[in-house]
């Protein structure tokens, strides 16, 4: 019978001997094994990103040697080698030391970052200071940016810019602090007292807290001396409290523009508190509404945020202190066609027509109401236009006085009767000369009752700003 299984070769009679596949395998991982020599390693490639610290090379070596010897002595089962092979050196031997540091080759690498510092857990600022130590003083140099956001003070509505923080002040103001203003009250300043790191916004809906040497008022926009309320010098970086008082530094500067579809004044002081020491204060004021705007020593860098605050002024929601010549003053409503705020006037002449719709939007029959149109003066530049106004009756123009009356009452001259829900649309045409400078001139339109006795009563008005353009 034949043997099926491959016949073992040699044997010490402990065992089976190798079959020649086993042979030849012990023999070539024998002859692999061999191949591995001290010479033949060599240290791994430096890195090519960030710099780590490296194994030492004798943690590779090794397994690679014990690898071979665990392979030679599985597959050895006891069997003589077959063919006389030469006994491989001696393995080298491993010191425990760490191998020498690699030549960097091609570029240098990166200098490495600095190391990262544990930031302060009390939410101060850590700043490092000359002598290698840190300070942990609160500062406010880069804050986190906030996107815009609005605000509503008493109906008045407004962005805050981005980075900004409003603080309220009192029921009737509020300031908007700028990214440079301290994280804290300091000497001599708080976030209440808001300049000069702030804008501060007044919004006034009673007829008491405009009187009793309130701050802002219309009559302030028109001091030489508006901008001061209080015995603080408001300079960029130390606010304090000026011993000798304030001073001005020429004229003041009263301009008017639109904000929020109605006509706005400003005026612009230069001051000084002490040599060295001097600041800019800015008023707004919206005198129909009662709404202020101050600025007393801001940034200049964040003056473009300023004008972002009074582009977005809206004033619709603001019931502006209440009183009887108010209350009348709705009961005729007044309308303007073919004037628009902010429409462009040239002062060549050129006629501007545009007509005046007043109703009677109330419950009282008016037997007599006068119409009364004027260009207001504009800027403090121009006291007086010096163009014509003129109104359509029927067929022919009539001319009207296109200011208003510095003194006494105006004419009668074009009055109507309006009953309840009846309206009367009368048209006029503007033509202003070079005698009329460029700026912001509102164009009144008013219903007047003009008693036989007594002062004349506005029951409706409506005010176009418009702007003059020379040509």
Not at 434 to 460: F, H, N, R, W, Y
Request: glycine residues 10%; hydrophobic residues 35%; aromatic residues 6%.
């Amino acid at each position: 019978m034949t043997d099926k299984l491959p016949r073992r070769i040699g044997g010490d009679g402990d065992g089976p001997a190798e079959t020649p596949t086993e042979r030849l395998l012990r023999e070539a991982l024998t002859a692999r094994a061999s191949m591995v020599t001290a010479n033949s390693l060599r240290p791994a490639a430096p890195p090519k990103s960030r710099i780590r610290r490296l194994r030492p090379v004798y943690a590779v070596t090794v397994p690679l040697g014990l690898a071979a010897a665990m392979a030679i002595g599985v597959l050895g089962f006891h069997g003589e080698p077959v063919a006389k092979d030469q006994v491989p050196p001696p393995a080298a031997t491993v010191t425990t030391s760490p191998s020498p540091t690699p030549e960097p080759t091609g570029d240098p690498s990166p200098t490495a970052a600095p190391s990262e510092t544990t930031a302060p857990t009390d939410g101060a600022t850590e700043v490092p200071l000359a002598d290698g130590l840190a300070s942990t003083t609160p500062r406010n140099t880069n804050p986190p940016l906030t996107p815009a956001s609005s605000y509503n003070l008493r109906g008045v509505k407004f962005k805050v810019p981005a980075g900004w923080k409003a603080v309220p002040v009192s029921a009737d103001r509020v300031c908007v602090l700028s990214p440079g203003a301290p994280t804290e009250a300091q000497d001599g300043w708080s976030p209440q007292q808001c300049e000069p790191y702030g804008v501060l916004v007044v919004a006034y809906n009673s007829p008491d807290e405009i009187e009793g040497g309130a701050w802002p008022t219309m009559a302030d926009l028109g001091s030489e001396s508006g901008w001061g309320h209080q015995p603080n010098c408001p300079v960029w970086g130390h606010p304090y409290f000026p011993a000798n008082g304030y001073s001005s530094i020429g004229a003041a500067v009263r301009t008017r523009d639109i904000v929020a579809g109605k006509t706005i004044d400003k005026t612009q002081w230069q001051v000084t508190c002490q040599p060295g020491d001097t600041f800019t204060a800015q008023m707004w004021g919206l005198n129909s509404d009662q709404v202020y705007i101050v600025a007393n020593g801001l940034k200049p860098d964040y003056q473009p945020a300023l004008v972002s605050i009074l582009d977005t002024l809206d004033v619709s929601g603001h019931q502006p202190p209440s009183s009887q010549a108010t209350t009348l003053a709705n009961s005729v409503g007044v309308s303007v066609d073919g004037l628009t705020t902010g429409q462009q006037v040239p002062n060549d002449g050129t006629a501007t027509t545009f007509s005046v719709t007043f109703k009677n939007t109330g419950k009282t029959a008016y037997a007599q109401v006068t119409p009364h149109v004027v260009a207001e003066s504009y800027g403090g530049s121009q006291p007086a236009v010096h163009g014509t106004l003129e109104r359509q009756d029927g067929a022919s123009w009539t001319p009207v006085d296109i200011n208003r009356p510095v003194a006494g009452k105006p004419t009668v001259d074009g009055s109507f009767a309006l009953a309840p829900g009846q309206s009367v649309t009368l048209k006029y045409r503007m033509k202003l000369t070079k005698e009329d400078g460029a700026g912001v001139m509102p164009v009144t339109a008013e219903a007047l009752v003009i008693p036989a006795e007594g002062m004349p009563q506005t029951v409706g008005t409506r005010t176009v700003p418009v702007r003059v353009v020379v040509k």
